[in-house]
């Protein structure tokens, strides 16, 4: 998806998706703000899988999902000035920067720990809120999955929400370690899948 209006759409999507997640509600803590700097941080992270990864977005563009590709989920500065990341602390503020920061720094350690070889990385997934819990989102991931059982690839995650882990763990995920983001964030729990032969 390299049409900026249909990345824009999508990122609005993910903001109005991720407006109560744990993890999201703890980076924009004032919920009159959070929808304008979740759309902004999302914009800036679709960008990304789109110029990087992969990004797909489901029937009736209902949901979204961006995966960054085996070898290459981390960011360098050239990436983050062509997505936009670069831009994001004048968008979104400091202190929200500051725990994007926290968040990014807690995620790549975590991620490092658990997975090393080249895997498939969930970087974002969301459905608009009315059609949560109807298949959407296990389908935008089914899709992903088969890509990545092609190339006997693992796939990992994160995730804020504990309602979210049926839902993964029907999909073959497995949790590698529940944790919280230091020192007062929330609990962030760690996913890996299997590569399947």
Known sequence: MRDETALTDAAALLARAFHDDPMMAWVVPDPAQRPRLLARFFAASLRYAALFGRLDVAPGRDGAAAWLPPGDFRMTPLRMLRSGHLLLPFWVGSGVWRRLARLNRYALMLHARIVAGPHWYLYSIGVEPSRQRQGVGAGLMRFALERADADHLPCYL????????????????????????????????????????
């Open 158 to 197: 994160e995730t804020s929400c504990e309602s979210n882990l049926p839902l993964y763990e029907g999909l073959g995920f497995k949790v590698a370690v529940r944790g919280r983001i230091p020192p007062d964030g929330p609990p962030l729990w760690a996913m890996l899948r299997a590569g399947r032969r």
